[in-house]
């Protein structure tokens, strides 16, 4: 098992930055795919991004590329979330998972662990 706990949210205004951390615990981090994910207030949980193992190859939803990167530091059992440029519909519940799976999913239900979240509130 792995626990995620993720921090970095906050209140921030439209073109600003925030770096959102999630720190893992338990067994071994590499041995996991990573994503971020996303959940609006009445929507759906959204994919955000996902970073593989070694963070050599990373994946990311159209409404946020050239915008976010991820990226992980094993060595910490630390993957992030760089968000730049954010606007108003980037306001969320961000969450990280974790996926011992061979490749990387944009499906919340291919994500075995979860963090409990971090609010990102962007205004206009």
């Known amino acids: 098992q792995v626990q995620l706990v993720e921090s970095g949210g906050g209140l921030v205004q439209a073109g600003g930055s925030l770096r959102l951390s999630c720190a893992a615990s338990g067994r071994t981090f590499s041995t996991y795919i990573m994503g971020w994910f996303r959940q609006a207030p009445g929507k759906e949980r959204d994919f955000v991004g996902a970073i593989s193992r070694l963070g050599r190859n990373t994946y990311y939803a159209d409404s946020v590329k050239g915008r976010f990167t991820i990226s992980r530091d094993n060595a910490k059992n630390t993957v992030y979330l760089q968000m730049n440029s954010l606007k108003p519909e980037d306001t969320a519940v961000y969450y990280c998972?974790?996926?011992?799976?061979?490749?990387?999913?944009?499906?919340?239900?291919?994500?075995?662990?979860w963090g409990q979240g971090t609010q990102v509130t962007v205004s206009s």
């Open positions: 998972a974790a996926t011992t799976k061979l490749v990387a999913s944009r499906s919340a239900y291919e994500y075995d662990y």
